[in-house]
């Protein structure tokens, strides 16, 4: 088991926090990975960028389960909608 620590300040996500986070995803494939928050809510905002960027979900199927835990508030939602934004291919 690998272990990767991504020390993501909630209050000010960076674009190399969730790029750090792409590389830790893309080297597993499609093995199965555990991913943590403490809230869970850092990690529900990162799988459906995840999601969007890599793997070409919609928004909406990406982000449901983000959704059922917390709405982001002022900084996350700028954020997710920068990176969309950014990196959508």
């Known amino acids: 088991m690998d272990y ?18 792409f590389t830790a995803m893309d080297a597993h494939g499609d093995e199965k990975v555990l ?17 969007v960027i890599r793997q070409g979900w919609t928004t909406d199927k990406a982000f449901a389960p983000m959704s059922t835990v917390w709405e982001p508030d002022e900084v996350w939602t700028r954020f997710i909608s920068e990176m969309i934004e950014r990196h959508r291919r």
């Open 35 to 51: 991913v943590h928050c403490a809230a869970n809510y850092r990690v529900t905002a990162f799988v459906g960028l995840y999601r």
């Open 4 to 21: 990767v620590h991504i020390p993501v300040q909630f209050k000010a996500p960076t674009e190399q926090d969730l790029m750090d986070f």
